[in-house]
């Protein structure tokens, strides 16, 4: 796709074979996501390319992820202007013509999600303010430090592990169940027993069963479950969701899971390994609590603010 308008025009990365040049639009977005631009299946992604000439200038990044299934949704990993080109509307017009190309596709939804502590996150929140999106809201609490220092900085950990302990509560390596916890997992989910957002299928080609924990209640009946993920790109373990049913939600059940996992992971890399934790507000007093137990011994935290635009049938 190529479309024409004064100083730019856009070309679908896909339709680029010159190798320098190809480097030179994946430069325009992060180093972790070169992997998609790359992958041999473009069917489900749009990488969108502004160009000055032959110059590369901007770049939209969008995929269809595995759990938006059949919902003709995607989601905007990254949109990113060389920093020559900002403030000349360069944004504004690759999203538009973004837009007009998932139209073509059947695409209905794009939801994007960004860190708050990112130097563009301000402008990014007024671009899309101003094209009709969603005003971006706080979705998750992001928390990433040393295993080490999470274990040993606060002194309350032993007394509510204790404390867990004395109510039966119990966390599993998912490969110490006697039980499928995906399977278990997902019967939950597709019975609204447990909400969309934590069901660990989308997870499951990715993550560490070892480091992933099943919360079991004192009758010995899942409680919840907590899904680790290996970043070897990024030096980190991530813990993408965790999730325990309501009658756990403010008793520090999940806060002693993610301590759980961060002794875990000390024990198979380290004190110095870091580990991303989340929280949503969704979770009850998990919020706060991260944030209480949490952030003093962190290297960075963040707020994960998310915005979401339905694509009009006709954008042009």
């Known amino acids: 796709m190529e479309l024409a308008g004064d100083h730019l025009h856009f070309v679908n990365f896909d339709a680029i074979v010159d190798m320098e040049l190809r ?16 992958a041999s299946k473009t069917e489900n992604r749009l990488a969108l390319v502004a160009f000055s000439g032959e110059i590369p200038v901007a770049l939209w990044l969008s995929v269809q992820m595995p759990f938006e299934g059949q919902q003709r949704s995607h989601t905007l990993l990254s949109l990113v202007v060389a920093a020559a080109w900002r403030r000349r509307g360069v944004a504004t017009r690759l999203m538009q013509m973004a837009e007009v190309e998932l139209a073509a596709r059947g695409v209905s939804v794009v939801t994007t999600s960004y860190s708050s502590i990112l130097p563009g996150a301000g402008a990014m929140s007024g671009l899309l303010l101003n094209h009709a999106w969603m005003e971006p809201r706080a979705d998750r609490i992001r928390i990433c430090g040393r295993v080490g220092d999470t274990v040993t900085t606060s002194k309350a950990w032993d007394l509510l592990l ?22 278990q997992a997902a019967v939950m989910v597709d019975a609204g027993q447990a909400p969309e957002w934590s069901d660990p299928r989308p997870w499951s080609a990715s ?10 209640d ?3 009946d899942l409680a919840g479950w ?7 790109a990024l030096d980190r373990w991530y813990f993408p969701i965790g999730w325990v049913i309501p009658t756990e939600q403010d008793r520090g059940t999940l806060v002693g899971a993610y301590l759980e996992g961060s ?13 991303v934790l989340e929280a949503s507000p969704r979770q009850g007093r998990a919020w706060s609590l991260f944030e209480k137990h949490f952030s003093s011994s962190a290297l960075w935290s963040d707020r994960l603010l998310i915005s979401q635009k339905t694509v009009p049938v006709d954008v042009r």
């Open 162 to 183: 204790r404390r867990l302990q004395s109510r039966g509560i119990r966390y599993l390596s998912w490969e110490d169940t006697n039980f499928d916890l995906i399977e």
């Open 218 to 220: 004192g009758k010995g």
């Open 263 to 275: 002794r875990r992971i000390q024990a198979k890399s380290g004190p110095s390994a870091l580990a």
């Open 23 to 38: 480097d030179a639009c994946a430069g325009l977005t992060w180093r972790s996501y070169r992997s998609i631009l790359d």
């Open 207 to 216: 993550l560490c069963r070892q480091l992933s924990l099943a919360i079991l």
């Open 226 to 232: 907590v899904v680790c993920e290996p970043q070897p």
